[in-house]
Each structure stands twice: as structure tokens, then as C-alpha cells.
């Protein structure tokens, strides 16, 4: 059956507490990210992604911080992302207590970021995280949490990250994400064909049957979800029983 499938709750975290918006605009508080993280552990998640938002450097240090609570209070892997551009701040955050890092518009600024973190702390600590869009002329990525569109299609720079040690793809496909209608799964099944490494899911979850169809029909090998689960919509150990009935390989 291969590897089971994942299901990562994210938390987007701005001034220490977890927000959450609508394509990725409108954000409103949700909660107080380590009691959170604390619940998606017993809830069944099995891991989480922290994402600090607006990253200015006073923001850094508050995250960081809140990176070293989390990590005392967790017993799943973690993944933190947000203000990281160079490799202290990788390690400033390993040494925190993260699992992995997740870098975006740095990488795509400084793509031999990938390769440093890869041959320094090993491509399993490093998550490229792509923010892209469908527009007129293919899917292209965009910078500055979406604000700010690059010439770099989606496929071609998710390869090249595989290519320079990126150990995983969290992409979100921004025209998704919040709205609850379902994945990209046309753009995550060419990703998954096209790459080796494992393929994250982000954008579009809305009920049971994304997260089935995001597995059957993307290939992804994980999916991430937030508002769905901040929100109580769907309870992790229940969507767990309901991919298993749906014979997906999933860890309960």
C-alpha cells in the first residue's frame, strides 16, 4: 500500500496567535497556537505546520519563542516556516525544537538556500513551500505571501527544488485556498508525477470527500488543512475512519 498518508493541521501564526483568511486575505484570530498544537496531537494529527506570517524581525524572535513552547508540548514532527532567509535562521529554529523548516519566497529569491540547508542539516529538514495561482498563462508562483507574482512556473520550480535537496512540496494553490471547495488535484497529480519526493496538499479542503479525492485522484501524500479543523468542521480521528473505509493507507 506504500506510505500511509498524512493529515497536517496548519497553523498560521501572526503576533503569537494562530489566524486564519480566505485566499489568503481576511484573517481573523483563532487561538493560542500551542494550546492548539496540543489538541491536534490528541486529536490524531500526525504532524503540524507552524507558519509565521508576518515575519519582521520583532516577530522572529516572538516565534521563535513560541517554536521552543511548542516543542516542549508536542510528540509529533513539526515543521516551522516564515522570515526564513538564511541558514541561522534554520538553525535558530532547529535549535528551538522544530522538526523542519519550510522556506517560500526565499528560496525563490536565493534557490541555493535549498542547497545549503540540504547539504548542511539534510533534505529531510527542508520543506519548499510553493504559493501559486492558475492565471490566463499556466500556473505561476507567486512571492511575499501571494502578493507578488513571479515568472516561475510551478512545475519546473518544484522540480528544481526536488533537484537541489528539497526533501518535500508543500504546495498551496492560492485560488483554493479557504474557499472549501476542494484541491488542485489536476496541478497535485502533475506535481506527484512528475516529482520523487513526497507531495503536501494545501488549499481547499472543505469536507471528507477533498481529502479522499486529494489522496485518489492528486496522489499527494499528505494533506494540510486549517480552517476545517480550527473551526471543529471535520474531526481528525473521524476523517481517519472515513479514508480507512475509503481503503486509503492511513495511520489511526
Not at 512540496?169 to 516529482?195: C, P, Q, R, W
Not at 479525492?213 to 494533506?223: L, R, Y
Not at 479543523?229 to 481503503?247: A, N, P, Q, S, V
Request: net charge negative.
Amino acid at each position: 500500500m506504500g506510505l500511509a498518508k498524512r493529515i497536517i493541521p496548519c497553523l498560521d501564526v501572526k503576533n503569537g496567535i494562530t489566524v486564519k483568511g480566505v485566499n489568503f486575505v481576511g484573517l481573523r484570530d483563532i487561538g493560542d497556537p500551542t494550546e492548539l498544537g496540543k489538541a491536534y496531537c490528541k486529536a490524531g494529527a500526525d504532524e503540524l505546520v507552524y507558519l509565521d506570517i508576518t515575519a519582521s524581525y520583532e516577530g522572529r524572535k516572538t516565534f521563535t519563542e513560541l517554536v521552543s513552547r511548542v516543542a516542549k508540548e508536542l510528540n509529533i514532527p513539526f515543521t516551522v516556516g516564515g522570515g526564513i532567509n538564511e541558514l541561522a535562521d534554520v538553525e535558530r529554529l532547529l535549535d528551538a525544537g522544530a522538526d523542519k523548516i519550510s522556506i517560500n519566497s526565499a528560496a525563490l529569491r536565493n534557490p541555493d538556500l535549498i542547497d545549503d540547508i540540504a547539504k548542511s542539516k539534510g533534505s529531510q529538514v527542508c520543506v519548499c513551500a510553493i504559493d501559486a495561482r492558475l492565471d490566463s498563462d499556466g500556473w505561476f508562483c507567486y512571492l511575499k505571501g501571494g502578493r507578488e507574482r513571479t515568472e516561475r512556473d510551478l512545475f519546473e520550480w518544484a522540480y528544481e527544488a526536488q533537484e537541489r535537496g528539497a526533501g518535500e512540496i508543500l504546495f498551496t494553490s492560492m485560488d483554493h485556498d479557504g474557499v472549501k471547495k476542494g484541491y488542485a488535484n489536476e496541478a497535485i497529480n502533475k506535481l506527484a508525477n512528475k516529482l520523487s519526493i513526497p507531495i503536501i496538499a494545501s488549499g481547499g479542503a472543505g469536507c471528507k470527500k477533498d481529502f479522499k479525492d486529494v489522496f485518489i485522484d492528486g496522489h499527494a501524500d499528505a494533506a494540510l488543512a486549517a480552517s476545517v479543523f480550527h473551526l471543529g468542521e471535520i474531526e481528525i480521528r473521524d476523517l481517519k475512519k472515513y479514508l480507512i473505509h475509503e481503503g486509503i493507507n492511513i495511520r489511526i
